[in-house]
């Protein structure tokens, strides 16, 4: 899963449209995304194609970027879902105010989860994450009153919304499809900003060889647990967007099954690739879609695709095809 | 409270933690010699549950499910080693983990379909009904034999570790596995037997844990990751650390159980934040490989 360069690296050092192209990126994605509702058989299908990537987004910051292989990126999700819905059903927070709350909120819980987990390395830091996420399941759990235990959270509902003066019913699908997805051309601007900086430099350092990232004087430790805040804050802005798409939040988003599900669709798309994500969230969906047409057991068959993944195609299906067209375009 | 009850409590405590210390026994075993966690542990766990139940029912007794499913399920997990685990020596150490992670659902899914996603009652053995008198409280029988069980277990294992030759090969084979192959030994067939004995092991704690909790595809789960915060409090790939940590969270489980029943589920983790707070390779782990 580790290569010798990155990706994008290679790709700014050839000349050609093609390098070209990779730089607007986030343009490039946004304009994919806003065909998406026309694209796909159902709306349905594509807000969450919207929500479910920019969640696998953020932990492809910490899985693909950085190389730590989290198991509990579900705590950030469900803490944004969670934190949005009770800012709006239990304080009466605005909802344009209760997703910055929430991301700030889960940010915090972000840095009590990392502080503890980047103190260890490699299988171990999947699996120390994996226990604290289910702590913070088994939490939401038991404090059944702020958030409604097994039942889940309800008793919000966004259904009319004012930008600046216009009035939008949220209840119309199209219209949600596009309110959301300036939410996720935010989250993906602001991706984009982290990966160009010098931090998206030393994040890759860290991936490519730690020991020799601490020699060169990066403070590994401080990098990763701003890398785990980050990556957590993004996909807690996903949670906010599953809060305000269903106005309810199931306990199950914060199970370890959810955050393996990301960790799968990460892996399906491609890790270490900016619009991977949301490939892979779009294959996991329709997947499961259409195998769940003719037999409710779909779960054995997307477990057989990814272990075949796994041992075949681990840079996933849009890691591989990237790779396909720098070898046609970048080495004549 | 009075004295009796919890030192009732303390022994459920054990009865609970004999079981992590089996399950989380399979899977720091392995890690130590093959550097792989397995993640399909849970579900491995769960399938030993369903194949003791299986082989009961067709023999007749308990006894016959309780030797046969281990080694069964072993011999699968010998398999899954060979087909699958194999071709991933030597790439990223993430990749077995995915891979199992992957097989999991398999794993899951293959069980819902052949016996059904409702919970399956596991009967006690006929000879373990019942309690037995302590002379300062009652004990369930059945929870008095997991523990010696699990002693025996812990007993011929640790035995087999230091006083054999094959001992001996694997403890060299964890230490060093390239001098050992240049010694003559063939790894790969150590790796293949200490997979399927991890599995074994997961399969016997699935097992014994039937009866004392209810069957059913999901059980594997919380297992899982009670048996990642046993390795990790332990320290992974560390066996007497597997054992003490496991024993220490049965403990604190049903205390806190005894004072406040709604955090037992969380104590557990808070005690892994704790150790890992303090000493990051856990309380038996060697520095370096993990933390």
Not at chain 1, 28 to 50: E, F, M, R, T
Not at chain 1, 243 to 252: N, Q
Not at chain 2, 62 to 79: D, E
Not at chain 2, 113 to 139: E, H, K
């Amino acid at each position: 899963m580790t290569g010798p360069s990155s990706g994008e690296a290679v790709a700014k050092a050839s000349p050609g449209g093609f390098s070209w192209l990779l730089e607007q990126r986030v343009l490039l994605s946004v304009a994919v995304l806003a065909v998406l509702p026309w694209v796909l058989p159902s709306q349905a299908l594509a807000v969450n194609v919207l929500i479910y990537g920019v969640v696998v987004m953020g932990y492809n910051l910490l899985f693909g970027y950085t190389g730590l292989l989290s198991f509990g990126q579900a705590a950030f999700f469900g803490a944004g879902a969670y934190f949005t819905g009770i800012a709006i059903g239990r304080y009466g927070v605005p909802w344009f105010a209760a997703v910055p709350v929430a991301v700030l909120l889960s940010t915090c819980l972000a840095a009590a989860i990392g502080i503890v987990s980047t103190r260890t390395r490699g299988i171990y830091f999947s699996m120390v994450t994996l226990a604290l996420a289910q702590l913070v399941y088994y939490v939401a759990l038991q404090a059944s009153s702020f958030t409604g235990g097994e039942n889940g959270l309800r008793g919000f509902t966004v259904d009319r919304i004012n930008l600046f003066g216009l009035q939008l019913n949220f209840l119309d699908p199209i219209n949600k499809y596009y309110v959301l997805m300036a939410f996720a051309a935010l989250a993906m601007w602001f991706q984009s900003r982290i990966l160009n900086s010098p931090f998206g430099a030393v994040i890759e350092a860290i991936r490519e060889n730690e020991q020799r990232a601490r020699a060169c004087g990066y403070d590994v430790e401080r990098s990763k647990l701003i890398v785990f805040m980050l990556s957590g804050a993004i996909s807690s802005l996903g949670g906010c967007m599953l809060a305000l798409h269903l106005s309810i939040v199931p306990l199950d988003i914060l199970h370890y099954q959810t955050s393996g599900m990301i960790v799968m669709m990460v892996l399906l798309g491609g890790a270490r690739s900016f619009f991977g994500p949301f490939v892979g969230a779009a294959s996991f969906l329709i997947l499961e879609d259409v195998i769940s047409l003719w037999t409710p057991h779909w779960q054995i068959f997307v477990g057989a695709i990814f272990v075949l993944f796994v041992l075949f195609l681990p840079k996933g299906i849009w890691g591989t095809l990237l790779d396909a067209l720098r070898v046609g375009k970048a080495r004549p | 409270m009075d004295l009796s009850l919890i030192i009732m409590q303390l022994l459920s405590g054990i009865a609970l933690g004999a079981v992590l210390v089996i399950t989380a026994l399979g899977l720091t075993i392995v890690f130590g010699m093959l550097g792989v966690v397995n993640f399909a542990h849970g579900a491995l766990f769960m399938i030993g549950a369903y194949a003791g139940l299986y082989l009961a029912s067709l023999t007749g007794s308990f006894w016959w499910g309780l030797l046969l499913a281990p080694i069964l399920i072993g011999a699968f997990g010998m398999l899954i080693e060979f087909v699958l685990i194999r071709r991933l020596y030597g790439r990223s150490i993430d990749d077995p983990l995915l891979l199992t992670f992957g097989l999991s659902y398999i794993l899951v899914e293959g069980v819902r379909i052949v016996f059904g996603s409702d919970g399956i009652p596991f009967p006690t053995p006929p000879q373990l009904i019942g309690v037995l008198d302590l002379g300062i409280g009652f004990f369930p029988r059945y929870r008095l034999f997991v523990i010696a069980l699990v002693a025996v277990v812990l007993l011929v294992l640790w035995l087999t570790l230091e006083k054999t030759r094959v001992g001996l090969i694997v403890r060299a084979g964890a230490r060093d596995p390239t001098i050992m192959q240049v010694l003559g030994v063939d790894i790969g067939r150590v790796w293949l037997a200490i997979f399927g004995l991890g599995v074994g092991l997961a399969a016997l704690g699935g097992v014994l844990a039937g009866p004392m909790r209810s069957v059913n595809p999901e059980m594997g789960s919380l297992v899982l990751a009670e048996a990642f915060v046993v390795t990790v409090i332990g320290g992974l790939g560390s066996i007497v650390g597997a054992v003490v940590a496991g024993l220490m969270v049965g403990i604190s489980i049903s205390m806190v159980a005894l004072f406040a029943p709604e955090m037992a589920t969380i104590v557990m983790f808070a005690l892994m934040a704790i150790v890992l707070l303090i000493r990051p390779q856990g309380l038996f782990g060697v520095r370096g490989r993990t933390a």
